[in-house]
């Protein structure tokens, strides 16, 4: 059985990640095509570093053609919000990526884009799953190696400078060559490298590049951008005298922020800095979106410039939607991921990461600097997230427990009031909240809390922990 989770299809390479499977997903794809009467408005296919995602993007190529839909095929690893650009560019129907974005090495999925280079949405995935798994080998539809590659309706496509050159469009470019910025870039054995360099050393800004070479096993970390797993590139920066470092996630589409004094920065806190930017820096107006789990510190800078914060569940094709219906400004989660008014409705860590040195150019201080200005200004708000593994069995009690009884611990503060739209959120008022869910990605629980200091925000979390008896916590 194939599923789609908040990021896509991904399974276990060799496990649920199979020619059989990616092939059966494809034909769901095409006769939900044939159903809504756009297959002659074709796809983009790409993929990423990951094992298996050149020959994965090939078997789905097969399986677009035999049904006579035309493919752009990126014939080259490249960032997903490339190839989410490039449907909406081509006004393709729909577009996929081959890749398992930040998880570990041993599994690969496929994303699919909608019309506009979305991320396709529950109403999209629920229904794609129901022709998916009603389908069997036989119902499969593909040309065979030689005719695909020989078919007229196969276009190839190795440049990516129309989707740099729309970034650079969006930059001040000029501000940014008379800083003249150091920085280290980490694309994490992942896509990004082409793309930020070149945008970022045409704004003149001195490169150096870590962890660049093709490397399955992602140099035998996790291909995502946090404190523990950007230890090289923050040695790299304090080594260097940089004025920031940069990485992302193996896709491409989350940034992680080391700074010139070799502190990590939060996602939550790049977006918060981004949003501010935007509004006191280049003069835009407009709200802001983030989801269930991401900081509240973003309200504050939307209530002080007289806009509003708008909250979703997690799953970014939440945040591009309602990004959609209210015009807002920016909208990102915890996890990474953000995206900008005017470009994709997709979360793109190239582009992120090039307005954050925009940032850093234009406002003549050190990216240090910056944030504790922030807070000077809108409070402080410290914020932990733990993770915890579980097996089967385990997930179905925690499931009755938690989301079934409603059974939650005390926490030693007054509950405002208790959310279960998307898992389990706790308000505490102004002080802070909590949040409990399951990953759709991994095997995990997860567990986020902000409140104003990190002890207290580490002692909400702890209460959760205990009180389901939770082992194994990875932060």
């Known amino acids: ?54 020959v994965a993007a090939w078997w789905a190529t097969e399986v677009f053609l035999g049904n006579e ?7 080259r690893p490249a960032p997903t919000p490339m190839f989410m650009w490039t449907v909406r ?20 999925g496929i994303k699919v884009f909608t019309e506009g280079g979305r991320d396709a949405d529950a109403e999209v995935t629920d229904a794609l799953e129901k022709r998916i798994n009603a389908l069997g080998e036989a119902d499969v539809r593909a040309l065979e190696p030689e005719a ?30 008379h800083r003249h910025l150091t920085i280290v870039l980490d694309p994490m054995f992942g896509v990004a490298q082409t793309c930020l360099q070149t945008i970022l050393m045409t704004a003149r800004c001195q490169v150096d590049v870590i962890n660049d070479r093709h490397d399955a096993l992602f140099g035998g970390r996790l291909p995502s951008p946090n404190a523990a797993t950007l230890e090289p590139l923050r040695q790299a920066v304090l080594e260097r005298g940089a004025d920031l470092g940069i990485a992302t996630d193996g896709d491409a589409d989350r940034l992680g922020i080391i700074d010139d004094a070799g502190t990590f920065l939060h996602p939550n806190q790049i977006l918060v800095l981004l949003y501010e930017h935007l509004l006191s820096g280049k003069g835009w107006t407009g ?3 983030r989801n269930m789990s991401t900081t509240h510190l973003l309200d504050r800078v939307a209530a002080a410039h007289g806009e509003r914060c708008y909250e979703v569940p997690v799953g970014f094709k939440w945040i591009s939607a309602k990004m959609a219906e209210t015009d807002a400004v920016i909208g990102g989660e915890s996890s990474g991921g953000l995206t900008v008014r005017g470009h994709i409705a997709g979360k793109d860590g190239v582009y992120a990461g090039s307005l954050l040195v925009e940032m850093v150019a234009a406002s003549g201080m050190r990216l240090s600097e910056l944030y504790a200005d922030l807070t000077d200004r809108y409070g ?16 179905a ?13 005390a926490f030693g503060r007054e509950v405002e009031r208790v959310s279960w739209t998307d898992g389990c959120k706790v308000y505490f008022g102004d002080e802070g909240w909590l949040t409990i869910r399951f990953s759709g990605t991994e095997p995990v629980l997860r567990v986020f809390a902000e409140l104003p200091t990190k002890a207290e925000a580490q002692a909400v979390a702890a209460t959760v922990a205990s009180y389901y008896g939770l082992s194994g916590g990875v932060s």
């Open 287 to 289: 709200p802001a979106v």
């Open 397 to 409: 009690d925690l499931d009755r427990r938690i989301f079934e009884a409603h059974d939650l611990p």
């Open 380 to 395: 402080a708000a410290e914020f932990v997230e733990t993770s915890y593994p579980f097996d089967a069995a385990r997930r």
């Open 1 to 54: 059985m194939i599923h789609f989770g908040t990021g896509g299809w991904r399974e276990i390479i060799g496990d649920g990640f199979t020619r059989a499977n990616v092939r059966l997903l494809v034909q769901g794809l095409c006769d939900a095509m044939a159903a809504e009467g756009v297959v002659g408005r074709g796809v983009v296919v790409g993929y990423d570093r990951r094992f298996l995602s050149d």
């Open 69 to 75: 839909v035309p493919v752009t095929l990126v014939t």
């Open 148 to 177: 695909a590659r020989a078919s007229s309706l196969l276009t190839r496509q190795s440049s990516l400078n129309w989707y740099i050159d729309a970034i650079l469009e969006q930059l001040d470019v000029e501000t940014i060559r």
């Open 89 to 108: 560019n081509k006004n393709c129907a729909y577009g996929i990526a081959v890749t398992a974005s930040h998880n570990p090495a041993l599994y690969n």
